[in-house]
């Protein structure tokens, strides 16, 4: 109730709040918050006492006879541990609406006034932002104020005011303040859209460079033009303002300050308060430590991580519904990682429902694909045009998905702290991993690549023949198959990593999931997926068709309903390989337009009836940009993929239509409850047919959602790479064709999907 040693302090209800006494029903409370109803026999005797006149004494002197004092000090004690009484010293000013303010915030009033009149505040300015309104909001809060250098008697708090988050002398400022343990608010009064916070408390939580990175990410364009004009820092953006939006940033920073100084926490001291001044609305934006952060973290960590043995524990299944079998829900998975969601400080800028088409594609989209970048204004185009995606059978399945991607797409971007070794192919020996393992253009395929990356997208890019003899950077990746380490270029496994021109990174076997064994396993299922498309798209081979209706799947039922109500059909292909897990295409054409407009979406599971729903439900997802096609969008469209809207037809096509003469083939599925047997079932078929299973834990320590990168050297990408192996052998080894197809024979349409 008071602290020790104050016996004279004054009793009363906190400043913040005012009695009214109802006699025989209750003692209500009024605040800004709301109405506190007090009951009890005595409670009516003792609040009219409770006025902040009295110390504890003259209090017990002046009860009513018919209070006991033992029972007056249980109600004190129970009204004090509710926070509705506090204490005063002797030379309180009362009825202040500053103590009111403090006592509303849960601060012993008197401390709270004098910290903030003992505090010293300085201001420091970057970036070329005029300090005055600034010292002025602060000295208008009764604040010690002084401007640049630090006098003689160290801050309590530095207000650092600047035009852009990633001013470069923003750096200095943070090696200063790291270095002297001062805390420092950071603020931007500038622009239509005003920044305040967060508070950086060197050692606790959070420092600049960590949140420089995130704001860097999350602006590429920005990043992509200052890289060409081989300028550092932000780019020169105009004058944007008015005096009243500078002086609500500069106010409420103040209001920050004082709240910091008084002791008063938050968790929103920890953000960025966004004020978009257009539309009167602020936001709140998370800003958070990241542990490999080379300023005031590990920054050995993702290293460290990538050294380690990849183990595949026992992990229970805990969610089989929405496509898959996973060691976490949808909406756990949601739950857990939606702080990493911000356009501002965030891994992932946003998540947003396609709102293209029909509401049962469940398409969700969310920031950019950096897995589609690269050099050039086109590729960047192409970086901010596409975006990640996320589908499923429900829209929260299709909203998780989204955010898994676009983490597993941060996760696997080069950020410079990787495991690395500097040498040549022909130096490392064994160890190392040819290109062309995994590659698997034919040679032919580098010998017309210049006309052939002319005339295509950058998916289909051809890059130059490996030289076995250059030197760059190789990435430990982990052996299942050997338990043991095998190198493969640091370029082929993380995107924007230094790359010679030989060097390709592409986006296949990256999967994100709610455990290790999780992701491993949605990793699996997408190399093997597009490995049997490629079998199947460049042999051209007819198979055999999935009876959807006799699924008797409600889901699948209503998805043929809405596409026959667009006008198009329906029909999903089992194009199931040599491995004998389910993979499956389903397919759409149009039926009453001037154009087909052929679309496809393809899925594997070792569960033959969610490979189904999985190819389904990615049909969902790319029918939105197929529909209603604008004239801008034609023209910006991938040049493969306008290219088969536009031509394509199944007459001329055939291998897209189910061949009528081969039996649906029946697979034989025992449901497991462990992810790790079904890792183990797909470990043990990849070895038999001769081939190794590596895989690089990409999980970033400062995300922690699980990113893992599968390689299997020698298994198919479904892009046009052409060379010798599987795509020629195992079509013959099924059956499929009567020989082996010769490079000339092979679908000259590249996939594009």
Not at 217 to 231: C, S
């Amino acid at each position: 109730m008071s602290r020790s040693g104050a016996v004279h302090e004054r009793i009363g209800f906190k400043r913040h709040l005012r009695p009214e006494i109802v006699r025989g029903e209750a003692v209500y409370l009024f605040s800004e918050s709301g109405v506190t109803a007090l009951q009890g026999p005595h409670v009516e005797l003792l609040a009219s006492l409770l006025d902040g006149t009295r110390d504890l004494s003259a209090l017990l002197r002046d009860l009513p006879e018919e209070v006991p004092a033992e029972q007056a000090g249980r109600l004190l004690t129970r009204l004090g541990a509710a926070g509705l009484i506090g204490t005063r010293s002797s030379d309180d000013t009362d009825g202040t609406a500053a103590h009111a303010y403090w006592d509303a915030a849960g601060l012993d009033a008197s401390t709270a006034v004098g910290a903030t009149r003992n505090a010293h505040v300085r201001v420091i300015t970057a970036g070329g932002v005029e300090p005055d309104a600034m010292i002025g909001a602060l000295r208008r809060a009764e604040l010690d104020v002084t401007a640049g250098a630090a006098r003689d008697i160290p801050p309590s708090l530095s207000i650092v005011i600047c035009n852009d988050y990633l001013a470069p002398a923003l750096r200095e400022v943070d090696d200063e303040h790291r270095a002297t343990g001062t805390p420092w608010l950071l603020v931007k009064p500038t622009g239509a859209q005003v920044w305040v916070g967060p508070v950086f408390t060197p050692g606790d939580g959070a420092c600049w460079r960590c949140l420089a990175a995130r704001l860097s990410a999350n602006r590429p364009a920005e990043a992509h033009v200052q890289a060409r004009r081989g300028v550092h820092g932000p780019a020169a953006r105009p004058a944007v303002g008015l005096p009243s939006v500078s002086a609500t940033a500069v106010e409420v920073a103040a209001l920050e300050a004082t709240k910091w100084l008084a002791g008063y926490r938050h968790a929103g001291q920890r953000e960025i308060w966004a004020f978009d001044s257009l539309e009167l609305r602020a936001t709140q934006h998370a800003v958070r430590a990241l542990p490999q952060c080379p300023a005031c973290g590990d920054p050995d960590l993702v290293r460290k991580r990538t050294l380690r043995p990849v183990r595949v524990e026992s992990r229970i299944k805990r969610s089989s519904d929405g496509g898959g079998h996973r060691s976490a829900s949808a909406r756990e998975v949601l739950d857990r990682y939606r702080h990493l969601v911000s356009p501002i400080s965030g891994v992932v800028k946003e998540i947003r429902r396609d709102s293209r088409g029909h509401d049962f594609f469940n398409s969700y989209r969310s920031g950019t694909n950096v897995a589609a970048g690269g050099p050039g204004l086109d590729s960047l185009r192409s970086t901010l045009r596409c975006e990640n995606g996320g589908k499923g059978v429900t829209p929260l399945h299709a909203e998780a998905g989204a955010l898994c991607e676009a983490v597993e797409r941060y996760s696997g971007t080069y950020h410079g702290d990787e495991a690395r070794i500097r040498a040549s192919f022909r130096a490392l020996g064994d160890e190392a991993v040819h290109p062309d393992a995994f590659q698997l253009f034919d040679p032919r395929q580098f010998d017309s690549r210049t006309e052939w990356n002319a005339a295509h997208a950058a998916f289909q890019h051809v890059p130059e023949p490996f030289d076995k003899h250059g030197v760059l950077d190789w990435t430990p990746v982990w052996s299942v198959t050997n338990q043991c380490h095998r190198l493969l270029p640091t370029a082929s496994l993380y995107y924007g990593a230094p790359s010679p021109a030989s060097i390709t990174a592409s986006s296949n076997g990256c999967a994100a999931g709610s455990s290790v064994e999780d992701a491993i396993l949605q990793a699996l299922f997408e190399v093997i997926e597009r490995d049997a498309v490629a079998l199947w798209w460049y042999n051209r081979t007819r198979m055999p068709t999935i009876d959807l209706e006799r699924m008797n799947d409600p889901f699948v039922d209503e998805l043929r309903s809405v596409y026959a109500s667009l006008g198009r059909e329906v029909w999903v292909l089992d194009l199931t390989a040599d491995l004998a897990v389910p993979v499956m295409a389903a397919i759409s054409r149009c039926v009453d337009g001037p154009r087909e407009d052929i679309v496809f979406g393809f899925g594997a599971h070792l569960d033959p009836r969610i490979a189904v729903k999985r190819a389904l439900t990615e049909l969902n997802q790319v029918m939105p940009p197929v529909l209603n096609v604008s004239e801008h969008q034609w023209r910006t469209m991938d040049v493969d993929l306008r290219r088969w809207l536009l031509t394509a037809t199944t007459a001329e096509h055939p291998y897209l239509v189910p061949d009528p003469t081969l039996l649906t083939p029946r697979h034989s599925y025992v449901p497991q409850q462990d992810l790790r047997a079904d890792v183990e079932s797909i470990r043990t078929r990849l070895e038999a047919a001769g081939l190794e299973l590596l895989v690089l834990d990409q999980t970033r320590p400062d995300v922690e959602l699980p990113v893992v990168r599968v390689v299997v050297p020698g298994m198919r990408h479904f892009w046009s790479r052409l060379a010798q192996g599987r795509l020629y052998d195992v079509p013959l080894t099924l059956g499929r064709v009567e020989r082996r197809a010769a490079f000339e024979e092979l679908n000259p349409v590249p996939m594009f999907l």
